[in-house]
């Protein structure tokens, strides 16, 4: 099966595409927070914050769930497919 170019891997399950997702715009809710604040934007960066710890939450949550699951063998036969077909 020929799968098309994307962004993420296809070889990866769902947890770790979610994962870095979360992570990345976490650090990019992180940057406009801090640009907020340095502008004396605080309602901006109170909202951005609260975007910042939902994100890393997330982040958190679903990479751990990614271990567990790697730890436990769930992903030793994991073969590349695209998204709505990957295992989570």
């Not at 914050?49 to 036969?77: E, I, K, M, P, Q």
Request: hydrophobic share 55%.
């Amino acid at each position: 099966m020929h799968l098309k170019a994307t962004l993420f891997r296809p070889d990866k399950p769902r947890f770790w595409v979610i994962s870095k997702v979360a992570w990345l715009c976490g650090m990019c809710a992180g940057l406009m927070m801090a640009a907020a604040a340095s502008l004396q934007l605080f309602w901006l960066a109170r909202s951005l914050g609260v975007l910042f710890v939902a994100c890393w939450v997330v982040g958190v949550v679903s990479h751990v769930s990614y271990a567990l699951r790697a730890l436990t063998g769930r992903y030793n036969d994991l073969e590349p497919r695209p998204w709505k077909e990957q295992d989570w």
